[in-house]
């Protein structure tokens, strides 16, 4: 282990040799910042309030079982620019939803800036994985009132790391690569039929694994007027198993015949893709954005009970995921009239395959579209339809409603 | 299985030296010259409706710019020449 930490920190070394370059160049702005001022620390943030009405519904029958449901969120930021080069910002998470309020982290953490050399980040940061939970998650900027298949709050993609993350961009070119704590892989023993998970959020910049993990994101914009970018990420996990609570991590030894001190080793792959195009000739601009990403954290051992429920009996699978989506959006920005020119469609496709053996298995598929209208550039009402068909021959359709801002 | 770990951390590890190497200095042969071809106005148009609708220059006085700024160039990985035309087009623009 002692040899991984020299190697982060050869890391390191690579990125903050150019300092003294950076100070030298960086002269005059720094006299500047000498005096702490209060105007250099904002407030700002984003919020949602939505209504949700669900039919769930067998194919093979005619009766069905609504639900309806009402989601609410608020995210404060704080900004703070410190000196020229050192940078804070943190988010904090709150939300409620059927009835259940909840507020995490989203993330916390200092950033050092060297010039044209890129950044240093320490703390809790958004997950550079694909482009969904970076820059695309805040409901102000998704064209969805919720979140492709798959990449919810609870789901099966990267959200946040806690750790260090390097990272650039020019005009052609950007890169983002991290060393981070491991997620932990979910026992079963609170929800047995969750054995298995890869717990992706880590509420409060809790450090739930101690077992380090990798990744990073590089991205493409071959174009430069930056209409397209093309981006591939990787990361590379130690899954430790436990079952993990707000403020710590419980293992538990529920069963004699499961190895609780098994590491299994994760790999998850994305390729995203976003183009966004002025086009006069139909009067708006569209955007196309999608993301495919694959995990697979090898064959698992976990423990159910029997069918009569009286015994355990033991089960394998093969961890494996597949997820992803396809956004088309289409807003008319230069039509004549004023109230046209704020309106937007948009039409997604998604599917999620979860590990074929679990107890959480699922094989389904999305369609959905809807209608937007943005008051200003910061806010939205959406007005949204889903259907999500499973393999089970059972299908959601959904009518949503929400409105976001971003302050 | 441990040494299995540790010997595939280590190769990771030297694998993402490597592409950091390689990404750095790519960054800075290339990173200036592009940009500066640009003026602030296009990069505004161009960066943030990448993600966003584009923001409104009034929404924030100078001193926020700065701020929101900097927050702007880490989650999109804007460099810092474009990042300060940017910065610049919106101080101007902002009527503070």
Redesign the interface.
Request: charged share 20%; with cysteine.
């Given at each position: 282990?002692s040899?991984?930490i020299k190697?982060?920190c050869?890391?390191l070394f690579?990125?903050i040799a150019p300092f003294h370059q950076s100070f030298a160049q960086e002269g005059d702005s720094v006299q500047k910042f000498k005096s702490f001022?209060l105007?250099?620390?904002?407030f700002?943030g984003n919020g949602y309030c939505g209504f949700d009405l669900e039919l769930d519904k067998q194919l093979t029958d005619t009766t069905g079982m609504t639900s309806s449901s009402i989601s609410v969120g608020l995210a404060p930021i704080l900004?703070?620019?410190i000196t020229p080069n050192l940078?804070f910002?943190s988010e904090l998470d709150l939300m409620m939803e059927h009835g259940m309020v909840t507020a995490e982290l989203g993330y916390a953490n200092l950033?050092y800036?060297i010039?044209?050399?890129?950044?240093i980040?320490v703390g809790k940061f958004?997950s550079p994985f694909g482009l969904f939970s970076?820059?695309?998650h805040p409901f102000?900027?998704n064209n969805a009132p919720n979140e492709p298949l798959g990449f919810d709050h609870e789901g099966y993609s990267p959200q946040s790391e806690l750790g260090l993350c390097?990272?650039?961009?020019?005009?052609?070119?950007?890169?983002?690569?991290y060393?981070s704590s491991s997620p932990l892989m979910d026992t079963g023993a609170d929800v047995v039929k969750n054995a298995g998970k890869i717990v992706y959020h880590t509420d409060f910049g809790t450090d739930i694994n101690d077992k380090?993990g990798?990744g990073?994101r590089?991205?493409v914009l071959p174009f430069?007027?930056?209409v397209l970018?093309i981006g591939a990420s990787y990361k590379?996990m130690?899954l430790k198993l436990g079952d993990h609570y707000h403020g710590g991590t419980v293992t538990h030894s529920h069963s004699s015949g499961e190895d609780l001190s098994a590491?299994y080793?994760g790999n998850i792959y994305a390729i995203d893709l976003?183009l966004?195009k002025n086009l006069p000739g139909i009067k708006g601009?569209i955007e196309i954005k999608a993301q495919a990403q694959y995990s697979d954290a090898g064959k698992n051992n976990f423990i159910k009970l029997s069918p009569s429920g009286k015994t355990e009996v033991a089960y394998t699978y093969l961890n494996t995921t597949k997820i992803g989506y396809v956004l088309f959006a289409y807003k008319p920005v230069f039509a004549n009239n004023k109230i046209l020119k704020k309106t937007g469609i948009y039409l997604r496709g998604g599917y999620m395959e979860l590990p074929l053996g679990s107890l959480w298995y699922e094989n389904t598929q999305e369609v959905s579209g809807g209608f937007n209208y943005?008051f200003?550039?910061?806010n939205t009402l959406k007005l949204g339809y889903q259907q999500i068909l499973s393999a089970k021959k059972s299908y959601t359709n959904s009518i949503m409603i929400q409105w976001a801002t971003a302050f | 299985?441990g040494n299995g770990?540790?010997k595939?951390?280590?190769k990771?590890?030297?694998a993402?030296?490597i592409?950091?190497?390689a990404?750095?200095l790519?960054?800075?042969k290339?990173?200036?010259k592009?940009?500066v071809e640009k003026s602030g106005a296009e990069l505004w148009s161009?960066?943030c409706?990448?993600?966003?609708?584009?923001?409104?220059p009034t929404?924030?006085?100078d001193?926020?710019w700065?701020?929101?700024s900097?927050?702007m160039?880490?989650?999109?990985?804007?460099?810092?020449?474009?990042i300060e035309l940017i910065k610049q087009f919106l101080q101007s623009a902002n009527g503070d």
């Open positions: 282990m040899k991984l190697y982060i050869f890391i690579l990125s001022k105007s250099r620390i904002t700002t900004l703070w620019k940078f910002e950033t800036s010039h044209k050399f890129g950044t980040q958004l970076e820059r695309y102000w900027i390097i990272r650039n961009g020019t005009t052609h070119f950007n890169y983002a690569v060393v380090i990798f990073g590089v991205g430069k007027n930056s970018e590379w130690q590491l080793i976003t966004q601009r943005s200003k550039w910061n | 299985m770990i540790l595939n951390g280590k990771g590890l030297v993402m030296a592409i950091l190497i990404f750095w790519h960054s800075c290339t990173g200036e592009v940009a161009e960066q409706s990448r993600c966003h609708n584009m923001p409104d929404t924030y006085s001193d926020k700065e701020t929101v900097m927050h160039k880490v989650r999109a990985n804007i460099s810092t020449k474009e």
